[in-house]
């Protein structure tokens, strides 16, 4: 089978990989019109914990989130994070060639078999992932989990792979595509802005004492407010009160991105390319089913035909390896001081690509 070659753009030499792709994606979907899945697959990545009784290591998603997508129409499918050497510092991987081989070797064939994807939610991203030195209230990054979901969201952008981003999934999607955040938004929140409001519980967190607010809509046409409220309701402008919980927000758009909602005093709560949205989303059905249809749609493509541009794939993700290590912040990270991490080579850097 020839890639592309009906549209002729694989010939292009002014034509980038993701623009190939995408106008593959596009025309594979046009000509297909059949479900190739009753439950189309949708990926969620499995960060490492502990189970309450005795400590014992697990890795898990989050259950509300597995039975929303079950609920929804498709297949929740559960990817371990898992650190590939004991001992081994993750960042390595943006260097080391044969780290990065391996690595590729797990994700690649998972990534090829999915219909969609969930970022779920979850502790804070390393700063350094967007040119930040760590603040002082920032919590200890998980590192193979940033690497891990660093490359599974630059996949899942290159390969037009339907996405949804919630709480830390999302601003993870705005950092690998250019983005910054605020680290403490308590802390960092800017004093010429409108006044904060309430986006964590203070002292324990529980279901009872989670801070909720009001969703400001930008756009009635969207597709957050048609996905959330339907066809029905587009004259409103408000989502009632949602749960949040939350660290960290998006202090700076990724170019080509959009704000589509925004907490009343300027948070943005939800961005579009593809749909993404920061409040808990257990019980907000309309996004898990919107993304289920797009995931169903996007099953009907022959994956095997990504196969020859297996290695332009890989060159890709290199090239994005590449331009973060390029930061002022890698002088910091050669210490081997922040969060007790071990002396390292690497510098960390987040750069567009776009």
Not at 7 to 19: C, H, P, V, W
Not at 58 to 69: S, V
Not at 170 to 186: A, E, I, R, S
Request: glycine fraction near 8%.
């Amino acid at each position: 089978m020839s890639f592309l070659g009906p549209t002729g753009i694989q010939d292009r030499e002014d034509a980038s990989l993701s623009d190939r792709l995408a106008l593959w994606i596009v025309e594979q979907q046009q000509q297909h019109d059949f479900t190739v899945r009753t439950r189309p697959r949708i990926g969620i990545l499995a960060p490492m914990g502990y189970a309450r009784d005795g400590g014992w290591p697990i890795y898990a998603g989050d259950a509300p989130t597995a039975y929303a997508i079950l609920e929804a129409g498709g297949f929740p499918t559960l990817i371990p994070t898992l650190p590939l050497i004991e001992g081994f510092d993750p960042f390595h991987l943006l260097s080391d060639a044969r780290a990065f081989s391996l690595l590729f070797g797990l994700i690649w064939p998972v990534m090829r078999e999915l219909d969609g994807l969930i970022l779920a939610g979850g502790g804070d991203l390393y700063s350094c992932l967007y040119g930040q030195t760590p603040h002082p209230q920032a919590e200890t990054p998980d590192m193979w989990r940033d690497v891990w979901e660093r490359y599974v969201a630059l996949l899942a952008w290159l390969l037009c792979i339907p996405t949804l981003g919630i709480c830390r999934g999302m601003q993870l999607m705005n950092v690998v595509l250019g983005g910054t955040l605020y680290q403490d938004l308590q802390a960092q929140w800017p004093k010429e802005r409108s006044a904060l409001l309430s986006h964590r519980a203070r002292g324990r967190v529980s279901s009872s004492t989670w801070s909720t607010h009001p969703i400001q809509v930008h756009c009635p046409e969207n597709r957050l407010a048609l996905a959330v409220r339907g066809k029905g309701e587009l004259d409103r402008h408000t989502i009632d009160p949602v749960l949040s919980m939350h660290h960290q927000a998006v202090e700076t758009l990724a170019p080509g991105l959009e704000m589509s909602a925004s907490s009343p005093d300027g948070v943005v709560e939800a961005f579009e390319e593809t749909a993404s949205a920061r409040w808990h989303l257990t019980w907000s059905l309309g996004l898990f089913t919107a993304l289920v249809e797009a995931s169903r749609s996007y099953a009907t493509i022959p994956r095997e035909e990504l196969e020859p541009l297996l290695d332009e794939i890989k060159g890709w993700l290199r090239q994005q390896d590449s331009e973060l290590l390029q930061l002022p912040t890698s002088s910091v990270l050669a210490t081997g001081k922040l969060h007790g991490r071990q002396p390292t080579e690497l510098p960390v850097f987040i750069g567009r690509y776009r």
